[in-house]
């Protein structure tokens, strides 16, 4: 089979560099690179946690100026190692909106929250117990 991974997914967002700021200082992703589409229009920005073979975020700036409120993609889902300790750390964050007011526990154990990022989308932090 030719596919291997989930190369990148793809956020469209209105302001480029403060999603950027966003993911590096709140989520902690690394800019990876960013450059111009050849349209000369669209600006895109990698991001990652600066790992060998990782999925990566992708910001893209100019290609839809009316993003619905819950933005282009419903959530991205990031794994954490301690989902009570990232929960406490994004509260004390007065820029940044929790969508949910405590942890979520699933039945296989697996615990989560939402948070908005700057454009509305959601982005969950994600303990699995797989």
Avoid at 31 to 56: P, Y
Avoid at 106 to 121: I, K, V
Wanted: no cysteine.
């Amino acid at each position: 089979m030719g596919r291997k991974k989930i190369e990148h997914i793809g956020i469209m967002v209105s302001d480029l560099q403060q999603s950027i700021r966003f993911y590096r200082e709140v989520v902690g992703l690394v800019l990876k690179d960013t450059l111009l589409h050849t349209n000369g229009v669209i600006q895109l920005a990698f991001l990652g946690f600066d790992q060998s073979g990782e999925t990566e975020v992708e910001l893209i700036q100019g290609y839809n100026n009316k993003l619905p409120q819950e933005g282009k993609v419903h959530h991205i889902a990031f794994t954490v190692d301690d989902v009570e300790e990232e929960f406490e750390r994004i509260k004390l964050l007065k820029h940044v909106q929790l969508i949910d007011s405590e942890i979520i526990t699933l039945p296989n154990g697996s615990r989560y929250f939402f948070f908005h990022g700057p454009d509305g989308e959601w982005i969950e932090f994600f303990q699995s117990t797989r």
